[in-house]
């Protein structure tokens, strides 16, 4: 049986996943700040031949300050230089990695994310990937000239809509519409350039988008999250999708589910990549992987420890620490997020102090061990066919993304399940998916 090629993103949010990240002595506390920290990492991760580097982003600071004093001793996504502004300055340092950053289709117009991706797959050369997301903090919401967030129903039914607007206007000009004719004074072909005119409930669109002739045809959609709303959009519109399942039963679920929806879009199945989260913690032995580990653990601040359940579940401060964990005391923030927890709760009859523990040094999903044990997990994944790659999210940068590129990927080479060279100049080209066809072509080929 031909052994499946697995895709690799490499997660860069801020100084690793681990909460307590920011403490570890071979990490650089503003790390954040700093341009030269996010250049080494993207180096790296190119070193490795990952397909792309990925940017979450919020606009504004989600965590909160509570338990009172918490904030001020996580370092978790407080201040990160804005990702849209970096990744240019990225592209021009890399050859070959895929750059893809979030965009929140609540606080933007999709005019302005049409026009900024499309620029990004102009500079880089065609790898610019949008991760679309809807932003869900009243944090954010309070930046943005409202007192609280979107409900959850508006939020996915603009999303859905901003989307297709965005997809609308990367299509606005056919291929080969700018002929820069000197001699006849003609600079575009007529034909080939169309109005968007969209009208909808959330959006009125005209176009044409003022840029054009992007490498990629369009850039890569990414989407992540596992509500139904979020699983219909991966399924119509995304090329990547970052998932977040604890096990290979719920993974291959989820992934039969949102690839059994493409058909009726008229997608085939392999057009999808799905890439779980999957947080590798190596060492030359499992000894020394778990000696890792411990060691951020011990960095946790008890406060910030219980700030997570708090984000996560509400105020459980009024609970027994060693007593089993309550119902959720608040409404989600993300919905998912909450059920896969209480789910794990009640699987392994955690205490909220487990719950704590398991929160602070969760970061998408730690596996423990040597490349040989991570290799085997990762082909376990990819043999049960419920994945075609994986999200990559260190605990810690740089150590993370270096130990996963000096130790794993050799190891994936040598299973035959990696590549050893980029296949493509495109980030489409090397996640193997189809050229993108503007849909005005297909109307002329079906005409």
């Given at each position: 049986?031909?052994k499946?090629?697995?895709?690799?993103?490499?997660?860069?949010?801020g100084?690793?996943?681990?909460v307590?990240?920011?403490?570890?002595?071979?990490t650089?506390?503003?790390?954040?700040?700093?341009?030269?920290?996010?250049k080494?990492?993207?180096?790296?991760?190119?070193?490795?031949?990952?397909?792309?580097i990925?940017?979450?982003d919020?606009i504004?600071i989600?965590?909160?300050?509570?338990?009172?004093?918490?904030l001020?001793?996580?370092?978790?996504e407080?201040?990160?230089?804005?990702?849209?502004?970096?990744?240019?300055?990225?592209?021009?340092?890399?050859?070959?990695?895929?750059?893809?950053?979030?965009?929140s289709?609540?606080?933007?117009e999709?005019?302005?994310?049409?026009?900024?991706?499309?620029?990004?797959?102009?500079i880089?050369?065609?790898?610019?990937g949008?991760?679309?997301?809807?932003?869900?903090?009243?944090a954010?919401?309070?930046?943005?000239?409202?007192?609280?967030?979107?409900d959850y129903?508006?939020?996915?039914?603009?999303?859905?809509?901003?989307v297709?607007?965005?997809?609308?206007?990367?299509?606005?000009?056919?291929?080969?519409?700018?002929?820069?004719?000197r001699?006849?004074?003609?600079?575009?072909?007529?034909?080939k350039?169309?109005?968007?005119?969209?009208?909808?409930?959330?959006f009125?669109?005209?176009?044409?988008?003022?840029?054009?002739?992007?490498?990629?045809g369009?850039p890569i959609?990414?989407?992540?999250?596992?509500?139904?709303?979020?699983?219909?959009?991966?399924?119509e519109?995304?090329?990547?999708?970052?998932?977040?399942?604890?096990?290979i039963?719920?993974?291959?679920?989820?992934?039969?589910?949102?690839?059994?929806r493409?058909?009726?879009?008229?997608?085939d199945w392999?057009d999808?990549?799905?890439m779980?989260?999957?947080c590798p913690?190596?060492g030359?032995?499992?000894a020394?992987?778990?000696a890792?580990?411990?060691?951020?653990?011990?960095l946790?601040?008890?406060?910030?420890?219980?700030a997570?359940?708090?984000?996560a579940l509400?105020?459980?401060?009024?609970?027994?620490l060693?007593?089993?964990?309550p119902?959720?005391?608040?409404?989600?923030q993300?919905?998912?997020?909450q059920?896969?927890?209480?789910?794990?709760?009640?699987?392994?009859?955690?205490?909220?102090?487990?719950?704590?523990?398991?929160?602070?040094?969760?970061?998408?999903?730690?596996?423990?061990?040597?490349?040989?044990?991570?290799?085997?997990y990762?082909?376990?994944?990819?043999d049960a066919?419920?994945?075609?790659?994986?999200?990559?999210t260190?605990?810690?940068?740089?150590?993370g993304?270096?130990?996963?590129?000096?130790?794993v990927?050799?190891?994936?080479?040598?299973?035959?399940?990696?590549?050893?060279?980029?296949?493509?100049?495109t980030l489409?080209?090397?996640?193997?998916l189809?050229?993108?066809?503007n849909?005005y072509?297909?109307?002329?080929?079906?005409?």
């Amino acid at each position: 049986m031909t052994k499946r090629m697995m895709k690799l993103g490499m997660s860069m949010r801020g100084l690793g996943y681990h909460v307590a990240a920011w403490r570890h002595p071979d990490t650089p506390a503003d790390g954040t700040l700093s341009f030269e920290h996010y250049k080494g990492n993207a180096l790296m991760a190119e070193q490795g031949l990952f397909d792309m580097i990925f940017f979450a982003d919020g606009i504004g600071i989600r965590e909160k300050d509570e338990p009172k004093g918490s904030l001020a001793r996580s370092g978790f996504e407080i201040v990160e230089m804005e990702p849209m502004t970096l990744l240019p300055a990225l592209a021009a340092v890399t050859q070959h990695i895929g750059l893809v950053s979030t965009a929140s289709t609540t606080y933007n117009e999709p005019y302005h994310v049409a026009r900024k991706f499309a620029t990004l797959d102009l500079i880089s050369g065609g790898r610019a990937g949008w991760n679309v997301v809807t932003s869900w903090s009243d944090a954010e919401a309070q930046n943005f000239n409202r007192a609280k967030h979107l409900d959850y129903d508006t939020r996915y039914e603009r999303a859905q809509e901003f989307v297709e607007v965005v997809k609308g206007l990367w299509d606005t000009w056919e291929p080969g519409a700018f002929v820069y004719d000197r001699a006849s004074s003609i600079f575009y072909d007529e034909s080939k350039m169309h109005l968007l005119n969209h009208v909808g409930k959330h959006f009125q669109v005209k176009g044409p988008l003022n840029v054009a002739r992007m490498p990629q045809g369009r850039p890569i959609l990414v989407q992540a999250g596992s509500s139904e709303p979020g699983r219909e959009i991966a399924a119509e519109s995304a090329d990547v999708v970052y998932a977040s399942q604890d096990s290979i039963p719920a993974m291959l679920g989820y992934y039969n589910d949102v690839k059994g929806r493409m058909a009726k879009y008229g997608r085939d199945w392999d057009d999808l990549k799905i890439m779980p989260a999957l947080c590798p913690i190596v060492g030359t032995t499992r000894a020394e992987a778990q000696a890792k580990y411990d060691a951020l653990q011990e960095l946790v601040d008890p406060l910030v420890a219980m700030a997570r359940a708090y984000n996560a579940l509400g105020d459980l401060s009024s609970f027994p620490l060693d007593g089993p964990v309550p119902e959720p005391q608040a409404e989600a923030q993300v919905r998912s997020h909450q059920e896969r927890l209480m789910k794990l709760v009640r699987e392994n009859n955690w205490t909220i102090r487990d719950l704590c523990r398991y929160l602070a040094g969760e970061g998408g999903s730690p596996v423990i061990g040597t490349a040989s044990d991570i290799c085997d997990y990762m082909e376990e994944w990819m043999d049960a066919d419920c994945c075609d790659g994986f999200n990559i999210t260190p605990n810690q940068l740089p150590g993370g993304c270096e130990d996963f590129v000096r130790l794993v990927t050799p190891e994936l080479q040598r299973r035959g399940r990696f590549r050893k060279a980029y296949e493509g100049k495109t980030l489409r080209e090397n996640l193997g998916l189809k050229p993108h066809t503007n849909r005005y072509v297909k109307q002329h080929a079906t005409a």
